[in-house]
Antibody, heavy 118, light 107 residues
Framework: QVQLQESGPGLVKPSGTLSLTCGVSGVSISSSNWWNWVRQPPGKGLEWIGE???????NHNSSLTGRVSMSVDKSQNQFSLTLSSVTAADTAVYYC???????????WGQGILVTVSS | DIQMTQSPSSLSASVGDRVTITCRASQSIRSYVNWYYQKPGKAPELLIY???TLQSGVPSRFIGSGSGTDFSLTITSLQPEDFATYYCQQSSTIPRTFGQGTNVEVK
């Protein structure tokens, strides 16, 4: 079955760069799925970060323009998120997901808490 | 950006109750609405996609309906495992925005 697993540092310093990777198993990252990032600040709701296709095509939340980038590594069957110039407002649980029919998020990673603090 | 206004933000209910959560989009999103539920400390899980299609394994007590701008999720007979937070999401356009969530708690 499809499984996703986030990995990366759980603590990032203010003004630093957050880098996360999502390992995918059970399906090829080159399949007809979009691969997505969603975050959830502590005690708050879900925020869409962006999505990437295996061709490298991306879309992202305009509120993060200039700070966010995403990439796909087909050889490792994984995709990645980079968020620069982070502040405390970027503290959140970050989820990677796959989307299937109707762009619904049918599989989710377990989430990784990233805290921005000195 | 399309705003998804979800209501109520919280509700109290008992096992066996019929519960309805609504989601209103700021513009037409055709049938591109999805519903998720989330237990504390867990990742969200997909319940319904494309307004009314149940994700595999989801019980038939969950019913999604609506079109255009107004959508709803109904739980016909609330079960103990259904106490959770529910989110709608529009996947019609970028950004793929979520509603603010509805916390269904024990009465």
């Amino acid at each position: 079955q499809v499984q996703l697993q986030e990995s990366g540092p759980g603590l990032v310093k203010p003004s630093g760069t957050l880098s996360l990777t999502c390992g995918v198993s059970g399906v090829s990252i080159s399949s007809s799925n979009w691969w997505n990032w969603v975050r959830q600040p502590p005690g708050k709701g879900l925020e869409w970060i962006g999505e990437i296709y295996h061709t490298g095509s991306t879309n992202h939340n305009s509120s993060l323009t200039g700070r966010v980038s995403m990439s796909v590594d087909k050889s490792q069957n994984q995709f990645s998120l980079t968020l620069s110039s982070v502040t405390a407002a970027d503290t959140a649980v970050y989820y990677c997901t796959s989307s299937g029919y109707s762009y619904a998020y049918d599989h989710w990673g377990q989430g990784i808490l990233v805290t921005v603090s000195s | 950006d399309i705003q998804m206004t979800q209501s109520p933000s919280s509700l109290s209910a008992s096992v066996g109750d019929r519960v309805t959560i609504t989601c209103r989009a700021s513009q037409s999103i055709r049938s591109y609405v999805n519903w998720y539920y989330q237990k504390p400390g867990k990742a969200p899980e997909l319940l319904i996609y494309a307004t009314s299609t149940l994700q595999s394994g989801v019980p038939s007590r969950f019913i999604g309906s609506g079109s255009g701008t107004d959508f709803s999720l109904t739980i016909t007979s609330l079960q103990p495992e259904d106490f959770a937070t529910y989110y709608c999401q529009q996947s019609s356009t970028i950004p793929r925005t979520f509603g603010q969530g509805t916390n269904v708690e024990v009465k």
